[in-house]
């Protein structure tokens, strides 16, 4: 059968995704790997861990504002197949591969999550569980899991077609691409990727493929290590034994308690490779050229948070999964430099692993990766890899025959800025939306425009900074240029700016930004009177952004000892707003400040769902 590349319909139920939270986010995105401890690394893994960590997710926004109301909904999919494999990918939601299906034996290779539920676990909100993902920017779920992205049908090395996808990574201002194929008679699903800095500066790059497989209660992961940076949220980062430490085996993924990071230490010159095998030997392996020297396993554990935590990803019953990853970095903890003009660029392959069982779960972990390392190499010899690799660089350049998906219009209007030229992956002026429009208009004639009910989202690049500072005066360039200001650290500048938008005629927008600076400062008192202001002149602006509004103002005037206004505010949202969980939530955190505990217990008995909620969140005491 030759490989076919077809579009499709899936129909999952799923989560209402909602709106992007139009506010732009100035305070630090959280991160549960800050301030970890470590000891004895080596020097360029703690080089890396030092280079250009994230200190915001401008320009993107959050998406915080998904439900958990799951009704049927039809997902547009592309299925790539041969006669070996089926490959079905959701190019509207990041690129995830969401199955692949061993075909002579009617094997699930990963696991497909049977709902789309989205959770607080991207680096700006929402992510689903499940398939094969791609991420990157920064350390983290990407921003892209649930976003669009570009999707065209292209000649592949051996003749036939692959599947482009790719995309404008905004966090760290770089394009992407993903190249998947199938070949001839091939049990491997190949995937070539490449990352690229147009620029005439270095940047920080991040890339780790994430694998759900299936948590079977005799899985097993393997690694070509004896050793693994261990992180298990208590913020520390050490090196411990594989397969077992502290009196258990940490290569089963149900033979731990507590949910972890293993970042295995592949030795120099080991080829790359993990696979995820069940009690019987079968199951999945990935490997790659060796650029990609990155291997990890997560794990949710058997503890009641591990498994509180697959349930509200999936549906109550269903089978659950761990992860097993491969990255660019030894971490996750990692940047890697990418210099000016440069690109990295790298083979993957996927596909099913039949191994002696008796081997696979004996004492001796050594013997055990050698069964493994054996049947892939005479499944897909190291060399056939490095060979797929050389012949598809050149194909990397080729335009696409047909597009299938379309993604944002970033990307058109950074090759309209840039003048850029990316052999393989254009951007076309066809998806410039609404959204570029303004921005276009600076571009081109030096004035942001005024149009709109609100300012849109903001632009913070260097580059784009720079157009800010010479546009033609006016409150919305004001505004903009502040939040580049802010971005870049500047912030004192930042707060001229937002004062000059304000003095301009631009009320809420700038007033919550001022109050959103106050917090960030420590004045809170002044942070709540803004954002008090700023809510009283917000009643004609969108559901969404009055929503997103009065969370931060509810939570800086319960911070400022303001119960009452806080209380004000709630009461003035729309019921529907009201009912959703994280205000629910607030209420009872206004109940509690009002004095009134058996009222907020009340709340909490009568029970309610917060779907936005982050691994480890906690509130603040009043």
């Not at 201002?173 to 147009?198: E, K, M």
């Not at 019987?280 to 591990?306: C, I, P, Y």
Request: with cysteine; aromatic share 8%; proline share 8%.
């Amino acid at each position: 059968m030759a490989t076919t590349i077809r579009r499709a319909v899936l129909t999952l139920p799923a989560a209402s995704l909602g709106p992007e939270n139009p506010l732009p986010p100035l305070s630090a995105p959280r991160d549960v790997h800050a301030g970890v401890r470590h000891a004895d690394l080596p020097g360029d893994m703690a080089r890396q861990m030092r280079y250009a960590p994230l200190r915001s997710l401008l320009p993107v926004r959050r998406r915080d504002d998904y439900g958990r109301e799951r009704v049927p909904a039809d997902v547009e999919a592309v299925v790539l197949e041969n006669d070996r494999l089926r490959v079905t990918v959701l190019p509207s939601l990041g690129g995830r591969v969401h199955s692949l299906v061993h075909k002579p034996t009617g094997r699930p290779l990963v696991y497909s999550n049977p709902v789309l539920q989205p959770a607080g676990f991207a680096l700006n909100g929402a992510w689903f569980s499940g398939g094969i993902e791609w991420n990157t920017g920064a350390t983290g779920h990407g921003t892209l899991s649930v976003a669009p992205l570009h999707a065209a049908r292209v000649s592949a090395p051996d003749g036939g077609d692959m599947l482009r996808l790719w995309e404008w990574e905004r966090l760290r201002d770089l394009p992407f691409q993903v190249d998947l194929w199938l070949p001839d008679g091939s049990d491997f699903l190949y995937a070539g990727i490449r990352v690229r800095n147009p620029h005439d500066r270095p940047a920080p790059v991040y890339w780790w493929s994430n694998t759900a497989v299936p948590e079977g209660p005799r899985t097993r992961v393997l690694a070509p290590a004896d050793a693994a940076w261990h992180f298990g949220y208590e913020r520390s980062l050490r090196r411990v034994p594989v397969p077992e430490w502290d009196g258990a085996d940490r290569t089963y993924p149900l033979g731990c308690e507590g949910h972890a990071d293993y970042f295995y230490d592949l030795p120099d010159g080991e080829r790359r490779w993990i696979a995820s095998l069940d009690g019987d030997g079968h199951g999945l392996v990935q490997t790659s050229t060796d650029l990609l020297r990155g291997r990890k396993l997560f794990l949710w554990g058997t503890g009641e948070a591990g498994r509180r935590w697959q349930e509200w990803l999936t549906e109550p019953g269903t089978g659950g999964y761990a992860e097993i990853q491969a990255g660019l970095a030894r971490t996750q903890l990692e940047h890697v430099r990418l210099e000016a003009g440069g690109e990295f660029a790298w083979l993957e392959a996927y596909g099913p692993l039949a191994a002696d069982p008796a081997a696979v779960h004996g004492s001796d972990w050594r013997a055990a990766c050698s069964e493994v390392a054996g049947r892939l190499e005479a499944a897909l010899p190291r060399a056939g890899v490095d060979a797929a690799h050389a012949a598809w660089r050149p194909y990397a350049d080729h335009e696409p025959k047909e597009f299938l998906a379309t993604g944002s219009g970033w990307g058109a209007l950074e090759v309209e800025r840039g003048g850029l030229s990316l052999p393989g992956t254009p951007f076309p002026a066809t998806t410039l939306g609404e959204e570029q429009q303004p921005w276009l208009g600076l571009l081109r004639t030096g004035s942001l425009g005024e149009e709109g009910a609100e300012p849109g989202p903001s632009l913070v690049s260097p580059r784009w900074r720079e157009l800010l500072e010479t546009a033609q005066p006016g409150p919305r360039a004001a505004y903009h240029l502040g939040v580049a200001q802010w971005h870049a650290g500047d912030r004192s500048q930042a707060v001229r700016s937002w004062e000059c938008a304000l003095r301009s005629g631009m009320t809420w927008p700038a007033l919550r930004a001022l109050a959103a600076a106050d917090t960030e400062t420590g004045h809170p008192e002044r942070a709540a009177e803004r954002y008090a202001r700023a809510v009283e002149e917000a009643r004609g602006a969108s559901r969404p952004a009055r929503a997103a509004l009065a969370r931060e103002a509810i939570t800086a005037l319960l911070a400022a000892g303001r119960a009452d206004d806080a209380a004000a505010v709630l009461e003035a949202l729309h019921p529907a707003t009201r009912r959703q969980g994280r205000f629910r939530l607030l209420q009872t955190r206004i109940l509690q400040a009002q004095g009134r505990d058996a009222a907020a217990r009340a709340l909490f008995d009568e029970g309610f769902e917060v779907p936005d909620l982050c691994e480890g969140e906690t509130l603040p005491r009043l």
